[in-house]
């Protein structure tokens, strides 16, 4: 008897998932392989419908299905991948409890490593900007909106009120219009629970970079789309381009800034950087594969999904979408079938059955067969035809009772506290914009990495700029140790990045470092 | 007319939130007070069903009310309360978005500021032990229960494992044991879906300081719930106090030490600190007050639940239950109502209608009316009487429908994970402990605060103490410097204290802060 070949898929999406179940279906009642997927995640997370729990109309936990239920017969592993190794067949996994790198050899490597939101390159969005990509991507901005709606109840101050109110998504493909639809419809309908809150006050804003919404339908259904976000109160903002960000501003390439302290971003996206490192031939970024999925020039290798640039017969590249992702996993997982028993290689080539947005609050829009449609048509085949491709029937009994649920409940709004700020973080600012205020209450020490900032003082009606500190330097430490209150205002006056610790972790650092200790006591001693 | 009174009401347990309902109920029409209430959450925790979501037979959110909606005719703030100044009738809550204080002024001051988790005095319990209060930490709990289960699937290291699928509760009142027996029925139940993982590897141990569990109710009630949870696998240790925790390892008065990763303490539970720094009569650390919950020497305050020792008739003092909390909120209400508009005040006096205690899977203890109840029945009645005590139909109704499909589908298995690894850490060590071996990764550097540990090198069979380092020493900063493994293994001598970096944050640190950086290359260099 032949040897049991191992089959590793890496990657827990559409692709991933997918290709993993049609192998189980494959093996049959057969031992001739055995199937071990990879995730960092237990869960596969049925992404259309993620933008749904920033309104709470579906529960937490309905989009998403533990792998291991899905895919009893395929051994799981929930770790991070760090390295593929193509000379030995082995890859590397992040270490768990016990600090030690894990290796899981392999006779056969599907590639379904997907892509990810990446900042770089943007000043400012790694630290500022929500991505929304994840499971814990939206709980975390659903958090987020009720925590600022929370402080915008109790806040006098004017222009913070403003901020605290304006929402900024950035990206008008279908994940950007999906989100800001569902934020749209959550803010304003709890905003009535809110006594201090004026619903006129809600600034709901969407940034797009082209001159209309959703490039990937007819101009006919993006408009259509565009007059739905109006009616409902979303301003959208067309050939405006994302730029940076800060604490409390989203600045545009042309300079101008709105004040906000919601800012999510659905772009820019990139393959897995997983894939940067590899040596195998890629293109635009992706792994580039022949018809059969087969990664060109290895040998026992396929790619699919969002990492890789799959040829689609006539119809050019397969687009990064579910459905063609889970076409693509039948292709897949039927040659690396072959492989190992022989037969036939299957090409892959699919036009696609139709698009589908929706635009939350009963309406959406699609193409289907060539037809537009939109309106609660839209939507009720969006749900419909969403709810039938949820894989698992407890998934799909529990999606469509939450359905049934927010159609006759309120919608929640138990801000779920989970995300400590952490330890030590990095902060952008831009030129002007105030760092601390003088007597605000100081629970932080910032220390300059880059670009350059004044020191101003107040006292009574005149100010006085005490210094202009630079890379190196820091501020913040007065308030830390012997006051409450911030002794001066700090301005920036050059585009600064800067490191900051919390002041709990300062202390303990100073209290236990004594070269730490003795270098801030001789700044203290400088600054008296 | 008179000026309208402010009402203030500290905390969102079931003291604070019955006494805000009545005093809405009390307004009525007129608008002669004012009422507002502050907790650090905008959500109010029906604490009796917090341990279902560790087995997820209810939703996350389906044992929480949004303040909001309990409360319509109160103004909520959602913040942490620092201070009391009962000189200048007014108390200082945490800034929120603007750094700067924000103060709440008051005519009548209601204090339910509830009892808290404290694990002060008790070695690396803070950082090593998981509480069981509020709903983040019933969320971290069952995460954390899910991860483990995930590493010991594909852990091979036999006493790594073992500790992985030990799970520990300390503390066998009616949290302990609800807590235990949701957590045994989850584990067993989810294992078999995990194929590395054998049921008879699990151990759930119950750790409690008495003779028998259940001190609450009756002799035989309590032998019935051992029974029982004893017939499901929780093995009960009696007589059995916790002494200290560390990162593997829950350390008994005795001496003992069970291997575990996963902790969990229900006690000791103290009143909130708050308390401890007002200026008002104490006893047994908690606010004395009188029959009429008014705070003895103080005008115009009144104090209820746990923070306040609650004289009760002829029944002793008040017992710490959701049952007496709602029934003083009452009186506390009415007598809050009589000083302002005037009349006679009541009198608190509660015998209790009974007590219930679940032990998961269909099985309960319940004493009520005097008569006692065990097993479905008193599993029906836990049911039926908390579905009808939570607040707000459509709690109710969420929650009828969570049990209804719980009955019908099999437990869910998503781990969120949401809580990153703090910056900057606390540890504990216990002698003989090993903080890292020698070859594993290295991804965090180590402070010493208290305590002492060797430095040991071992080349081919031998071993050597390289250095035995102490209070103020740090070791772990070359694998993050130069190299990736660790060169050496750390054992623990005397019982050790730590504060821990991130690698990340180290590299940050050292970066920017020059200082910070010469000390570590002096290090370094004597290390050589």
Chains 1, 2 share one sequence.
């Not at 790198?101 to 900007?129: C, E, K, M, S, W």
């Not at 999906?178 to 006129?200: P, Q």
């Not at 609660?376 to 491709?389: D, F, G």
Request: glycine share 10%; charged share 25%; with cysteine.
């Amino acid at each position: 008897m032949a040897a049991v070949k191992r089959v590793l898929v890496l990657g827990g999406g559409f692709a991933g998932v997918y290709t993993a179940m049609a192998l189980e279906k494959a093996l049959g009642g057969r031992e001739d392989f055995r199937i071990t997927l990879v995730n960092r995640e237990n869960y596969f997370v049925y992404q259309p419908m993620l933008p749904e729990i920033i309104s709470g109309s579906i529960g937490l936990f309905d989009t998403v299905s533990p792998l291991r239920r899905l895919l009893p017969k395929t051994e799981i592993q929930v770790r991070d991948v760090e390295g593929i190794d193509l000379e030995k067949k082995e890859i590397v996994t992040s270490p768990g409890f016990k600090p030690v790198a894990h290796r899981i050899p392999y006779d056969y490597l599907v590639l379904a490593l997907g892509n990810v939101t990446d900042f770089r390159g943007l000043t400012g969005l790694t630290q500022h900007a929500l991505p929304f990509k994840n499971l814990g991507d939206a709980l975390f901005v659903r958090n987020h909106i009720i925590h600022v709606l929370e402080e915008a109840a109790i806040e006098r101050d004017e222009a913070l009120r403003k901020s605290l109110l304006t929402f900024v998504v950035a990206g008008g493909g279908f994940s950007g219009v999906e989100v800001v639809a569902e934020l749209n419809d959550f803010v304003r309908g709890v905003a009535k629970t809110y006594h201090g809150i004026d619903r006129s006050e809600i600034n709901v804003i969407l940034l797009h970079g082209g001159d209309r919404i959703l490039p990937e339908l007819t101009e006919k259904l993006g408009l259509l789309a565009q007059r739905v976000l109006n009616r409902r109160g979303v301003e959208i903002r067309f050939k405006c381009y994302l730029a940076a960000a800060t604490t409390d501003e989203a600045v545009l390439k042309d300079g101008s800034r709105i004040a906000t302290r919601t800012l999510i971003s659905t772009v820019p996206s990139s393959p897995n950087p997983l894939v940067d490192s590899l040596p195998l031939p890629k293109e635009r970024g992706k792994l580039k594969v022949n018809g059969r999925l087969e990664v060109e020039g290895a040998d026992g290798i396929w790619a699919l999904g969002d990492c890789a640039l799959v040829p689609n017969g006539a119809n050019g590249f397969a687009p990064p979408t579910a459905q063609h992702a889970v076409q693509e996993a039948k292709v897949a997982a039927h040659n690396v079938v072959n492989a190992i028993r022989g037969g036939e290689s299957h090409e892959f080539s699919f036009p696609g059955l139709g698009k589908l947005g929706s635009l939350g609050h009963h309406s959406a829009v699609a193409e289907v067969f060539g037809f537009q449609v939109s309106g609660i048509l839209a939507w009720v085949m969006w749900r419909t035809i969403y709810l039938m491709k949820l894989p698992g029937w407890d998934r799909r009994f529990r999606t469509a009772l939450a359905w049934a649920v927010d159609m006759v409940l309120p919608p929640d709004l138990v801000q779920l506290k989970i995300a400590h700020s952490a330890g030590v973080m990095q902060e952008h600012y831009e030129p002007g914009q105030t760092v601390f205020r003088q007597g605000d209450l100081g629970d932080r020490l910032y220390i300059i990495i880059k670009g350059r900032c004044d020191v101003v003082r107040r006292d009574g009606d005149s100010e006085r700029v005490l210094a202009n500190l630079g890379p190196g330097e820091y501020f913040g430490e007065m308030a830390l140790l012997n006051q409450t209150t911030r002794g001066a205002t700090i301005q920036c006056s050059e585009p600064m990045d800067v490191l900051s610790l919390r002041k709990g972790d300062f202390g303990a650092l100073v209290t236990h470092l004594p070269a730490l200790r003795e270098s801030f006591e001789t700044v203290m001693e400088n600054r008296k």
